[in-house]
T-cell receptor, first 112, second 119 residues
Framework: GENVEQHPSTLSVQEGDSAVIKCTYSDSASNYFPWYKQELGKGPQLIIDIRSNVGEKKDQRIAVTLNKTAKHFSLHITETQPEDSAVYFCAASRTNAGKSTFGDGTTLTVKP | ETGVTQTPRHLVMGMTNKKSLKCEQHLGHNAMYWYKQSAKKPLELMFVYNFKEQTENNSVPSRFSPECPNSSHLFLHLHTLQPEDSALYLC??????????????????FGPGTRLTVT
């Protein structure tokens, strides 16, 4: 089955700095890679996703890059703000599989 | 508000109790999921249902018993739980796998979870 590893487990940055979270996956057939943000007391919510036919995707301050050859993908948050503080999960799946395998999460703290 | 609701939000139960968790989605999805979230294993898939049929049981102990009466509702029946079962139980829904193949929305939508404490 799929195995997803996520690093780092905790990340602390100063407001305005950039944050990068990295994930690797094992199943070369995986072709969908979502990123979820989980705030305290809430369930995870999708913030950005990328499919295997695309190398990079950007949405305002958030971007995701994918390297299919190396089987890794990364989340980039620029100009971080205190409200970006949360737990972030990466995931990988085949689009016809109906489920994703999640990384262990990264706790991001943005210090004002 | 994600369109997925869970009740109760908090539950404390003894090891001999029987209780049920409820999940409801208003998104027209046909796939529903139960996840367990704990400090040891942040997001652990338990069960998957597609069109009311269970398509995955991730080696979950029989003291957890899921039920999916229709595509909008999912239950998790609990009995004789152990203290190590204390965790946040998350429900999610998505398009069924065939909808995904037709290029429809891939996203899983999560509910807020039920915080379960077993004493």
């Amino acid at each position: 089955g799929e195995n997803v590893e996520q690093h780092p487990s905790t990340l602390s940055v100063q407001e305005g700095d950039s944050a990068v979270i990295k994930c690797t996956y094992s199943d070369s057939a995986s072709n969908y890679f979502p990123w979820y943000k989980q705030e305290l007391g809430k369930g995870p919510q999708l913030i950005i996703d990328i499919r295997s036919n695309v190398g990079e995707k950007k949405d305002q301050r958030i971007a995701v890059t994918l390297n299919k050859t190396a089987k890794h993908f990364s989340l980039h948050i620029t100009e971080t703000q205190p409200e970006d503080s949360a737990v972030y999960f990466c995931a990988a799946s085949r689009t016809n599989a109906g489920k994703s395998t999640f990384g262990d999460g990264t706790t991001l703290t943005v210090k004002p | 508000e994600t369109g997925v609701t869970q009740t109760p939000r908090h539950l404390v139960m003894g090891m001999t109790n029987k209780k049920s968790l409820k999940c409801e989605q208003h998104l027209g999805h046909n796939a529903m999921y139960w996840y367990k979230q704990s400090a040891k294993k942040p997001l652990e898939l338990m069960f998957v249902y597609n069109f009311k049929e269970q398509t995955e049981n991730n080696s979950v102990p029989s003291r957890f018993s899921p039920e999916c009466p229709n595509s909008s509702h999912l239950f998790l029946h609990l009995h004789t739980l152990q203290p190590e079962d204390s965790a946040l139980y998350l429900c999610a829904s998505s398009q069924d796998e065939w909808g995904r193949d037709r290029g429809m929305d891939y996203e899983q939508y999560f509910g807020p979870g039920t915080r379960l404490t077993v004493t």
